[in-house]
């Protein structure tokens, strides 16, 4: 069994994702990283990016398709990475989308829109979460992380240095740019931080 820490990263091919398995490579300790992403092909080449940019680096970057909407899929990945390891020591729970300006495309309802905002940001996190719990008590020294959004913070609602916090013009209906379902879910996602340190405080 490898003595590298084994890291799981949702969403890990772009964006604050893909930036924590470069921060971890740049780290003198190794790592086997797990790169998870939907689309295989792209989170096989963001793992050929780090690789190419620390090739001299000990640690480890390897892909896992995932998709946190899919229940099947989590479980698939659950399996890859169960079958290779036996454990995980690091969960990233990055994986997540801003979905509101589809509504204003036209190309979802409300209704959809803020179903999806729920699924992905919200609801996906805590199954792959409730999945992967095994594994993490596996390990010797498990780290469970989740990755919100500034957003989603009530301590600064007051905060009118931040657009989304004006009060639009009266009138209806409101036209001013707004991110309510991303917010919510956010927002949501931190609530069930506070239940995960709840549940496993005691194992």
Do not use: C
Request: glycine share 6%; net charge positive; hydrophobic share 35%.
């Amino acid at each position: 069994m490898t003595k590298n820490s084994i890291v799981f990263i949702t969403g890990a091919n772009t964006g604050l994702g893909l930036e924590t398995v470069k921060a971890l490579f740049r780290s003198s300790r190794p790592y086997t990283t797990y790169l998870g992403g939907r689309p295989l092909e792209k989170v096989d080449a963001a793992a050929r990016t780090v690789r190419a940019e620390f090739p001299e680096n000990a640690s480890v970057a390897a892909t896992v398709q995932v998709d946190i909407e899919d229940d099947e899929s989590i479980h698939s990945a659950f399996e890859h990475v169960a079958s290779q390891y036996g454990r995980v020591d690091v969960l990233i729970n990055n994986a997540g989308g801003q979905f509101d300006q589809q509504l204003f495309r036209g190309t979802m309802t409300m209704r959809e829109m803020w179903n999806k905002s729920w699924n992905v940001n919200t609801t996906g996190t805590h199954i792959l979460t409730h999945k992967f719990a095994h594994l993490l008590l596996k390990s010797s020294d498990p780290r469970l992380l989740f990755i919100t959004s500034g957003t989603s913070t009530l301590t600064e609602r007051d905060n009118l240095a931040l657009k989304m916090n004006h009060s639009p013009p009266k009138g209806w209906p409101k036209q001013s740019p707004s991110v309510p379902a991303y917010r919510a879910s956010k927002t949501g996602v931190n609530m069930m931080i506070r239940e995960w340190a709840r549940v496993l405080k005691t194992v």
